[in-house]
Structure formats: C-alpha cells, structure tokens
C-alpha cells in the first residue's frame, strides 16, 4: 500500500493591525465676530473620522476629516462652543499584500491647547490611523497516515473550529425630534453604545437587528446645557459564506465615526437632532466537529521523520453575555457642587484575566462633567471611574476568550460637597473558548532509502516496569500496539505492573 497523508486544520479568527501611522494636526481657531471673547477655556477636543480609504499595490489611501471643538466660558459666566474641521489625507503602507477585508480606523492620541487672546486659540494634537483585516489563523496537523508499516497513535477530540466570518460596512442617518422649546446651537459632547438585539444565520447570510444608542449634550441659543439620548435602529444583512444555524456566532459592531447636529431646515424648526454614523459589523462562526489528532507515528519499514507542534486545540465554545453596575464617588469639586450641568460617559477600557476557570474584567470608564460650582463657576471635567467584575460562571480549562465590555447606562447624584455618586450599567459580551493544549503531529516523511532490519526471531521476550507505555515499546521494538496486546492478551496501553511480555515480529 503506497504511503499517504492527510491532514485536517485547526483555524481562529481574530482582527490584526496591518498598517498603522500618526498625523500631527495644529489648528489656529479665531472666533468669528458673532462669538463672544474666551475668558476661560473649558474644553479642547480633537475629533477625527475616516472618510474613506482606498488600496493600491502596497499603499493604503486615507481620507479624513477632523473636527476640533472649543468649549469656553465669556465674560458674562455663560458657556459656548465653537468647532472648526479640516481635510487631510494620509498614505499607510502595507506590510503585506492584502486585497480584501481592510477597514482603517482613527482614534485622538493628544491634544493641548493656549489660549493666544481672547479671541484666538492654538490646538496642538495628534491622530493615530490604524488599517486592520480579519485574519483566519490556520494550524494544519495530521489526521491520517497509511501505507509502507505506518502506525498512528492517535486521538479524537472534539474541535469547536472557526466555520466561517466576514464584515460588512455601513452607514445610519436619522433626523431625530427631541423635547426642547429652545433652539440648539451646537453640541458639545457626544457618547453611543451598540445594542445586539437578535442574531441569526440562515444559509450563508447573518441577519442582525439592534440599536444604536447616541446621548448627546448640547448648547440652547440662551447657553443652557441639555441632555438628549436618541435611538436608531440597525437591520443589517451580511453574508458570511458556510455559515449554518448550528454555528456558535459573535457579532461586533464599531462606530468608527459619528456626527451630531442640529437642524433647523425652516423657522422656528427647535426641537430636531441630525445623526450620521459610519459602523462596521465582524461576524465569525464556530462549529464543533469530531478530527482526529495524531499524536505519535512511526513506519515498520522505513526511517521516518516526525515533526511536532503544540495545539491549542477548543474544545468548546461558550457565549457570555450579561449586564453589571459600578458604583462610585468620585470627587471633583474643591468649594462644592451647586449643580450638575451634564454627565456623560464614553468608552470602556478594559483587560479580561482568567483564573481557576473563572473571567474577571476590569478597567475604567471616562466620565465627562460640566458643572458649576457653589462661586457659580463653570468646569468641566474628565475623571476615570475605575470597575471590575467576575463572571459567576466558572468554566474548565479556559485558553482563550474574545470579550468585550460597553458602557449600556448610566447615571448620577449629587452628593455631599464636591463628590458626584456614579452608577454606571457595563455590558459583557463575548466568548469564551476551553480547551487543552496537545502535541501533535504535524509532517510525516519516509526515507525509503533507509530500510529498517529485519530482527530473525519471531518472538522477543521484554520484562515491562509498572506503568510503562506500549506505545513506548512497540517503537523500540518496530512493531504494533496492536500486536502485543493481542499476543499478550491485554487491554490497557498502560502497563498495570512489572510483567513479562512476548513481542511479536511483523
């Protein structure tokens, strides 16, 4: 019988940066003349957004716009907001050749500011460009192995492998009525968090339905600060090839840009908010399936050559996904609190660690805070509110996990001098992958020049120590595991006791 291999794949997938540069942006804001002078500078944000991008040959073509906002107080102790944007394009190289599955993110590194005059500011800041690709990570190991005295030693093992993924971009806009008697003139700040709803595969297309959630904090015409949260559906249909109902599947949607402001298409419209957002959902797909693992081969015949490779092998896929509070004070007034203008909270830094079984996460989240204080001064603030939380469910042998933490709710209460009590509702979600680590096989190669020898006795007599492996034996002896057990009558590959065993030639 000709000698053949065959061998199976264990694959993950996961996204990888491939291309990332920094663009230092310096803006020189002038208030126009219908703004009143700066007294006091609250707040400098740089915000950034992709606007496309393009690939060509080893080069990654980058659009973007980056608005700065000036958040300030007059003269007359009111706040104001004042935004200016430019255009700058950007050139990422590639590390490697990559066609498909590209998305480029920009995220606010630094900014500062000085305050030249009363009517000039000086921003100084710099924005990171990150181009990242879904990458499907393939380990391929030996399933099979017949022909020229071949003998496996191999085990089956429930694999819960990656099926299939993909991603799809896509853009949300409505115009949103909002409670207000009073015109918005700007919007200072802006938060949102992605909600899931309902997920579900049917014949290589995922359907998705959920909400994104947009909390806005805006500026009246008369300087008032109010509060807005506006809800846009998400109905989204992606195609993912091989995908089965029978898959384990995880789904994330980033915003990668988002833009808030008010609307005013005829007099008198007050109450209307603009929302455009950019996102991009990532879906991959798992399956549990039975392979056979190859742990140890040898030819009767011929010298062989093994190479070997430790596996992470999953053997389960578990989904996780729940909701808990962080609570906390978080001092930020020195003379006192007279009240709270606005509280938002952003993103969710976070790191997952695995212990005994169990997943803990921790982190901070960042909490933006205009308030005025008991002297009627107007601050705004950034604090981070630091959480952690353990997972109840205790899981066996856990070697990997893709978890994610989002800010789903929150709010305040003034509490005794200048301290704000914080509750904050985090959202978990993810997956969570136990498995075990094995050494298999990886390659077989025969030398057909090298010919074993051919021992003249047909039976060798051994004496086997107490819990010596058969395996162990039969390599040295160039024969089968099957062999002896037969010719000796036994069961077990492990050897219970010292014994005699008779070895047989093949």
Wanted: hydrophobic share 35%; aromatic share 6%.
């Amino acid at each position: 019988m000709d000698f053949t291999v065959k061998k199976d794949s264990i694959s993950v997938a996961g996204l990888r940066v491939v291309s990332s540069a920094e663009h230092t942006v310096h803006f020189d804001v002038t208030l126009p003349e219908y703004m009143p002078d700066v007294v006091r500078v609250l707040r400098c944000c740089l915000i950034p957004g992709v606007a496309s991008h393009g690939v060509s040959g080893d080069r990654i073509t980058v659009e973007c716009d980056c608005t700065v906002r000036v958040i300030y107080v007059c003269e007359q102790g009111k706040i104001h907001c004042f935004e200016q944007a430019e255009h700058f394009g950007k050139q990422l190289e590639l590390r490697e050749e990559i066609h498909d599955g590209i998305t480029v993110n920009a995220k606010t590194e630094f900014v500062n500011y000085r305050v030249g005059s009363n009517r000039k500011v000086e921003i100084h800041g710099a924005v990171s460009l990150a181009a990242v690709c879904i990458e499907k990570a393939k380990k391929e190991i030996v399933c099979s192995a017949q022909g020229d005295g071949m003998t496996v030693r191999e085990q089956k093992i429930n694999a819960c492998t990656l099926q299939s993924y993909g991603r799809k971009m896509f853009s949300v806009s409505e115009i949103c009525e909002i409670n207000s008697n009073q015109s918005i003139k700007s919007v200072i700040s802006v938060s949102h968090s992605v909600r899931t709803d309902e997920v579900k595969a049917i014949h290589g297309k995922v359907f998705i339905r959920g909400e994104l959630c947009v909390r806005s904090t805006c500026l009246t015409e008369d300087c008032e600060i109010l509060c807005f949260e506006n809800a846009i559906g998400i109905n989204q249909i992606i195609d993912v090839p091989d995908i089965t109902e029978e898959c384990i599947t995880q789904t994330d949607t980033e915003v990668y840009s988002i833009t808030v402001r008010p609307r005013s298409d005829h007099p008198g419209d007050r109450g209307l908010l603009e929302i455009e957002a950019d996102l991009c959902t990532f879906v991959q797909a798992y399956n549990s399936a039975e392979i056979t693992v190859i742990l140890d081969a040898f030819s009767t015949k011929y010298d062989t050559d093994i190479s070997y490779h430790t596996v992470t092998v999953n053997t389960s896929c578990e989904k996780i996904y729940e909701t808990f509070l962080c609570r906390e004070s978080v001092d930020i007034s020195t003379v006192g609190i007279r009240r709270i203008l606005s509280f938002s909270c952003g993103d969710a830094a976070s790191t997952v660690s695995v212990s005994d079984g169990s997943v803990t996460v921790s982190g901070t989240v960042t909490a933006d805070i205009v308030f005025e204080d008991t002297n009627s001064e107007i601050y705004y603030v950034t604090r981070q509110i630091p959480f952690e939380h353990k997972h109840p469910a205790v899981y066996e042998s856990i070697v990997s996990n893709n978890i994610s933490v989002s800010v789903s709710a929150y709010n305040f209460v003034t509490g005794s001098g200048g301290v704000v009590d914080t509750r904050i509702e985090l959202c978990l979600s993810g997956l969570v992958f136990c498995g075990e680590e094995t050494k298999a096989v990886t390659e077989i190669t025969l030398d057909k020049s090298k010919c074993k020898s051919v021992k003249t006795a047909s039976l060798t007599v051994y004496f086997a120590d107490e819990n010596e492996s058969v395996w162990d034996i039969a390599r040295r002896y160039n024969t089968t595991v099957e062999a002896i057990l037969r010719e000796n009558r036994i069961q077990d590959e492990k050897i219970p006791h010292c014994c005699k065993l008779l070895i047989p030639k093949i």
